[in-house]
């Protein structure tokens, strides 16, 4: 049974930093591209970035481009959010998601419907 837990959430002050992991069980993930999404009330789930299975290529949203940086442990099967220079517009509940195609060739999708296997989410709220 494959799982998705994440970890890390949490209430911080704007300007602070959180590390946001997802650890994955019941299969290995390795030749998947990996993403986190977020999403705040009210608000349709958005893409924040991620991050492919070969070669390790990164793609963020513009709004956390050059605060967010994701990265991944293989050996681990677990996928990292570090969130530097947290604004308020950032609280939202943050999940983690799988390719629904392993080794996927090309782009990486923005298209939450592309991705089969999501974490519960975790709470981020940032207060101003």
């Known amino acids: 049974q494959v799982q998705l837990v994440e970890f890390g959430g949490g209430l911080v002050q704007a300007g602070d930093s959180l590390r946001l992991s997802c650890a994955a069980s019941?299969?290995?993930?390795?030749?998947?591209?990996m993403a986190w999404f977020r999403q705040a009330p009210g608000k349709e789930r958005e893409f924040v970035g991620g991050?492919?299975?070969?070669?390790?290529?990164?793609y963020y949203a513009d709004s956390v481009k050059g605060r967010f940086t994701i990265s991944r442990d293989n050996a681990k099967n677990t996928v990292y959010l570090q969130m530097n220079s947290l604004k308020p517009e950032d609280t939202a509940v943050y999940y983690c998601?799988?390719?629904?195609?392993?080794?996927?060739?090309?782009?990486?999708?923005?298209?939450?419907?592309?991705?089969?296997?999501w974490g519960q989410g975790t709470q981020v709220t940032v207060s101003s």
């Open positions: 019941g299969r290995t993930f390795s030749s998947y591209n």
């Open positions: 991050i492919r299975w070969s070669g390790g290529s990164t």
């Open positions: 998601a799988v390719d629904r195609v392993g080794q996927r060739f090309g782009v990486l999708s923005y298209e939450s419907h592309e991705y089969n296997y």
